[in-house]
């Protein structure tokens, strides 16, 4: 029983041909999908954070607590 | 041939932004649109050549078959012929062996390839008195 010939040129091409778009596909799709799932909702939570944030009054809140060594709570 | 990269492929936009080289041959790809493109069996044929040749040295030989090894195809049972006359003549089994290590190993995923090289190049080997890395044990780790 004698073998047939295999294609024995080109495999490497072949390969690539078939997986290098769909790596860069799956990858950029991952750089997208991380974007909007991770990077956006923390950047909106940070924005909608200090949209409301009133550092005057953290400020004297920290002060009354006594961390601060250069300016005392209001009392003394 | 390769207008099939752009069917194949899922993102045909995507590849085609990209500009794929073109490697007709399995060289190191000199991509012209003009000029000759050698053609399978011309490129065979100089390989049997280069390995022909009665007065090749050590040298030739070791830097022929790393030039071969380094190309996108597993080398063709008349190259391999040439290149195991080539290491009879230089009176080294060594390399014969090593050659079939070799393409075994080029031949990588594609387990078909090896049984049929084998079967091309029983009567060679036979002749030449070269043992296969399998009869000696040599394929296991």
Known sequence: MSLPKPVMRGLLGKRLRFHLPIAFTLSIISAIAFKYAVTEPRKQAYADFYKQYDSVKEFNAMREAGIFESVRPSGE | ?141
């Open chain 2, 1 to 141: 041939m390769f207008r099939a990269v752009f069917r194949l492929s899922a993102t045909g936009a995507r590849s085609l932004a990209r500009s794929r080289p073109c490697y007709s041959a399995p060289l190191a790809s000199r991509c012209y649109s003009h000029g000759k493109v050698e053609t399978d069996e011309e490129f065979d044929a100089r390989w049997v050549t280069y390995f022909s040749k009665p007065d090749i040295d050590a040298w030739e030989l070791r830097k022929g078959m790393n030039t071969l090894i380094g190309y996108d195809l597993v080398p063709e049972a008349k190259i391999l012929d040439s290149a195991l006359r080539a290491c009879r003549r230089l009176n080294d089994v060594a390399s014969a062996i090593r050659i079939l290590e070799a393409v075994k190993d080029k031949a990588g995923p594609h387990k078909e390839i090896y049984p049929f090289l084998m079967q091309e190049l029983k009567p060679t080997l036979s002749e030449l008195g070269i043992s296969t890395p399998e009869e000696l044990g040599m394929d296991k780790l």
